[in-house]
């Protein structure tokens, strides 16, 4: 059985790490979408859809599982959003998400959803790890190695330090 996993992963955290650990003990193989995969060097969206995919891919190697990271476009039209995911995906049995509106979309185009219980939540989103990275604070506690290495290889904390100086909406 093969199941889906999207995020935006910006960047990705121990809190998605811990839902592919989670995702492994009921599927043989995993697709990671990539999510909102043209933004970036923004201060909501820092990191590049390759930055992402070296992201994910290295964090996840040590999982007993095969895993598949593809990139994802958004798509302004919720109505065909699952059949765009779908198109750019190889094919998969469940989608796993918390999001409502993923939930929903999913759940109408007929494709089970299953959802799962999220890890230490409170310091594990992206908003807060973005936040941290540009005010100087401990951002590398909470993410895999393999982020802290990609994020330093691409000079990801002057990035978004200098997109969030002009960035009026930080958003």
Not at 2 to 28: C, K, S, T, W
Not at 60 to 80: A, C, F, K, M, Q
Not at 120 to 148: C, F, K, N, Q, Y
């Amino acid at each position: 059985m093969r199941g889906f996993y999207i995020g935006r992963f910006q960047p990705f955290h121990n809190g998605h790490l811990h839902m592919v650990e989670e995702i492994a003990d009921e599927v043989d193989e995993l697709v990671l979408g990539i999510g909102s995969a043209g933004d970036s060097h923004s201060t909501r969206n820092p990191f590049t859809a390759g930055e992402r995919v070296l992201m994910v891919t290295k964090s996840v190697e040590d999982v007993d599982l095969t895993t598949y990271v593809v990139p994802i476009e958004d798509l302004d039209r919720n109505s065909v959003w699952v059949s765009h995911v779908q198109s750019m995906s190889p094919g998969f049995d469940v989608a796993y998400s918390n999001n409502p509106l993923v939930i929903r979309l999913f759940t109408e185009a007929g494709v089970e959803v299953r959802q799962s219980p999220m890890f230490r939540r409170d310091v594990l989103e992206g908003t807060e790890l973005r936040e941290r990275m540009i005010r100087d604070r401990d951002w590398e506690s909470l993410v895999p190695d393999a982020v802290v290495d990609v994020v330093e290889e691409v000079n990801g904390v002057d990035r978004i330090q200098r997109v969030a100086e002009t960035d009026a909406n930080r958003g």
